[in-house]
């Protein structure tokens, strides 16, 4: 059922949402340099690696950096609105298309943070990971957050990724069809009123 109604309500959105698509990509090609769409490795339901893709928000670079801050210098003004609307993420309606991605699940992490799960948390594997989750809801403002603390990625890897595994897997061991769709209002009404 989740399967199914993951790509009907992606294959619906992706229709609906082309000429956001076109609009964003003419703006994505007249204010920088570069392709419309980014892509990166993040891994997979079963440790399966697969591309995300994004609309850019940042400028091209080759920095080996897997987390982002509110005020990187690499994201570009467009790439703030893109960011801030969460329309950057808009792409991954394809990835879910594929069955690469969930509406909901765990958020896919680059490669290096799935192998450090043991044990009971290896659990977050047997799912596709989300285009929103808990962990989405649970830290909204990551990026502010981050910016915040001052050495970011040792907080990411010591504080938050726990965190965040600890959040998913209670998700994935009382997860349903209900609390999905509870998952995705509550996202949509972030997004829309930032509380």
Request: charged share 25%.
């Amino acid at each position: 059922m989740k399967r199914t109604f993951d790509f009907l309500l992606s294959l619906t959105s992706l229709l609906l949402l082309l000429p956001v698509f076109l609009v964003v990509a003419v703006l994505i090609k007249l204010s920088m340099p570069g392709p419309v769409f980014f892509r990166q490795l993040r891994i997979g339901c079963y440790g399966k690696p697969f591309r995300i893709v994004k609309f850019r928000s940042m400028v091209v670079n080759r920095e080996a950096i897997s987390i982002t801050l509110e005020h990187d210098r690499r994201i570009t003004p467009l790439g703030r609105f893109l960011r801030r609307s969460k329309i950057d993420e808009l792409p991954q309606l394809w990835n879910i298309l594929l069955g690469d991605m969930s509406f909901v699940g765990p958020r896919p992490d680059v490669p290096g943070y799935a192998d450090q799960l043991q044990d009971h948390d290896r659990i977050l594997l047997s799912a596709r990971p989300g285009l929103t989750g808990p962990d989405s809801l649970a830290y909204p403002d990551e990026e502010s957050l981050l910016a915040a603390q001052p050495n970011p990625e040792e907080y990411y890897d010591q504080v938050l990724y726990p965190d965040k595994v600890r959040i998913n897997r209670e998700y994935l061991q009382r997860r349903s069809f209900w609390s999905d769709l509870g998952i995705i209002l509550k996202t949509f009404l972030w997004v829309l009123f930032k509380k």
